[in-house]
């Protein structure tokens, strides 16, 4: 049941851009053999980075099934493993394929993360996997292991992974479950999986506890879950909640409660993870909505439910500021930074942000800034950003680079990169517009 449904408190300010932003280009995919499309790096305790490419790498799939890699700081890339290159795609990938998120490496030193699709006994449902440092990888769990008239009641599609305080990690599937409408679960780390909750519990007509969720949990410091649903709630257009560890799932916040002229000003469909502040308060992202139309916002809820929406995407002439902001927000010196995965400066490309909540955002880097559009060599639509322990920042784009080898409609583009950004006490980005060796 909504415990809240606040009036979203909308800020239309201009955002700022500071001039002649640069960044590095660490590493360019396409090279035969290597994966295609990067998710979501994490970086390890030996400081290397490790990420997963949805495509590409030596599997069965058409363009191949998708990679795990590692890099250095330096950009030298090792492809550690190529999904689903035993078998016949897509009746026999055992390991899973098409990893949409990124990794995480937990207590033990392995890497945990999951796929997409496959798994064991010929079912499309997803895995659940751990990977060595050196490569060696397990799969722990294959989902729609557990079916009712037709229905992967286990859930279908896990959507990232959390470890929590007690050693088992958490995690979300966007659909299966006992109403087909997506799950959260619990797994232990030797692959025993538990499902916490189904999506659409309550109002199956239309899922007033939220649906579909497309992003994994946080654990916050009260010791709960808090996650985003991209659908249902009272008004269908996702939702904010918590789950307890034992299951017990409070929707805190359903998205549009004062729609105007079919307008979401307080945001729609979040389609990302949420992140928890010193302050306590949590800030994520809305793909669509906001005061100017479908642009995406920036929200901020308290634990209790009360939402503010701190932006509103295309605030400026030709959404110069970005739009579609899709992807985890990251928490470092002081402030907000986030991305785009579209507009900007250029046209395309998406953009590089920071906010804080007292003020509109500043946009750091515009994407497609090196080459005309679709050749973007600097990359185009950035994912999720992290802060690596020398305080820079790092991100992947699911296309553009140097190498214009993968096809769209016909138009070649590039298959994705990996970036750095070095923040500096105002904001500029210092970074030499330099790219290193891995290219």
Known sequence: MTRMVSAAAVVVATAMALPAQTLTTVHSFGRRGQGLRPNKLVQATDGNFYGTTYVGGVGACPRGCGT?????????????????????????????????????????????????????????????????????????YGFCSQVIDAVCTDGLGPQGLVQATGGDFFGTTQDGGAYNRGTAFKITPDGKLTRLYSFCSQGHANCTDGAAPEAAVIQ??????????????????????????????????????????????????PETSLVQAANGDFYGTTFYGGANGNYGTVFQITPSGVLTTLYSFCSETDCTDGADPALWLVLGNGEIYGTTGDYGANGQGGTIFKITPAGPPITLYSF???????????????????????????????????????????????????????????????????????Q
């Open 220 to 269: 916050a410091a009260d010791g709960d879950f808090y996650g985003t649903t991209n659908s249902g709630g009272a008004y269908g257009q996702g939702t904010v909640f918590s789950i307890t560890p034992s299951g017990k799932l409070t929707t805190l916040y359903s998205f549009c409660p004062q729609a105007i002229a079919d307008v979401c000003p307080d945001g729609q469909y």
């Open 68 to 140: 795990v890699f590692k890099i250095t700081p330096g950009g030298s890339l090792k492809t550690l493993y190529s999904f689903c290159t035993q078998g016949e795609f897509p009746e026999t990938c055992p390991d899973g394929y098409y990893p949409v998120v990124g990794l995480l490496q937990a207590a033990n030193g392995d890497i945990y993360g999951t796929t997409s699709q496959g798994g064991a006994n010929g079912s499309a449902g997803g895995t659940v996997f751990k990977i060595t440092p050196a490569g060696k990888l397990t799969t722990l």
């Open 368 to 438: 497609c800034s090196q080459g005309v559009y679709p050749a973007c060599t600097d990359g185009e639509g950035p994912g999720s950003l992290i802060q690596a322990a020398n305080g820079d920042f790092y991100g992947t784009t699911f296309s553009g680079g140097a190498n214009q080898i993968c096809t769209e409609n016909k138009y070649k583009y590039g298959c994705g990169t990996i970036f750095s950004l070095s923040p500096s006490p105002d904001g500029a980005v210092r970074a030499p517009a330099t790219t290193l060796a891995g």
